[in-house]
């Protein structure tokens, strides 16, 4: 792989202590093209602008995918990734359901594990630091043909990041005139359109004091899907229920992780679907005691409030609840400080 080494570093200049998410960059970057059918040489250069053609197809047609993954440092500095196998192979099949190419997966994790080994100072310890990492893949031939492009470029951007929302506890609106995905479409694909699309209502969300939408099945707005970068969990009565993946939903690997973490915590859990009534009636009866979201960014964040057409519905304080406990042992194991699930950690150094 071919390594070109910056001269400067931002490092620096930046203040570890209050980061703004996604604002911040590493001094370096992974690059990959692909062409004339197959991938071609990797290499690791200064982070920089770049030139592009207007006619990029990425820009007409938005054939563009990605993921999101962490790096973490532990008490002892070791640098661990957590279950990257996952990203990678959600990434191709991300790819594959956009009509672009997978890539190898030497390519990704050659690449990944380089430039993690060259940027390490920039992941720091603590509670909720760590680098952000960004894979993604683009098709950058020029041509404003509307079909599938020839040429791709595939890249690892990373940024130090906090946890997403702090300590903060958030107000969602579930969803009954937008959709987010539909059956046979890209939903269950990390496809960057998907998100462009959720700006809007999101945007009008927010209007009203909501920071997310729970997103609904886009036939009858009956049943809960995920919301905004993060999967749901209910704790309705003495159960942990989490609607079943699907072609719209996306398939979380925090919360394939908080289901066998909350298994192997005695927690009952449930993959069915969600109604909206459902819940509605079950915090009528005081029976939905928690919702929380899960995801690479937030880890576990807890909903304090939930909209349903014209109420809000505020969830009780508890002593206990189950998201800082599954928080807690998740965490620990994301920074090497419990030694379960050791098959889930990825050591880089
Ligand atoms: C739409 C969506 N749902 C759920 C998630 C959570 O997935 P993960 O736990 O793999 O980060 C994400 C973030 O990647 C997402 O973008």
Redesign the pocket.
Known sequence: MEIVQSKTTKIDNVDFDNLEFGKVFTDHIFVCKFSNNSWGESKIIPYEDFLISPSARVFHYGQAIF???KCYRSDSDKLLLFRPK??FL?FNKSSKRMAIPEIHEKIFFNGLTELLRIEQKWVKKGDGNALYIRPFVFASEPSINASEANEYTFMIICCPSKSYYGDKQIKVKIEEKYS?AAKGGV?YA?ASG??AA?FYPTLLAKNEGYQQIIWTDSNNHQSIE??????LFFRIGDKLVTSPTSDS?????????IIELALSSGIDVEERIVRVNELINSYKRGNLKEIF??????VVLPIKTFGYKNDDFNLPELDNPWSLLLKKRLTEIQYDISSEFEDWKFKIN
Do not use: C, H, P
């Open positions: 993921e999101g993954m996952e990203n959600r987010r939903g990390k998907n998100y959720q995920e919301a905004g970068t993060m999967n939903i996306l398939d979380g690997i925090t919360r394939k992780s979201g899960s995801g690479t960014a937030v």
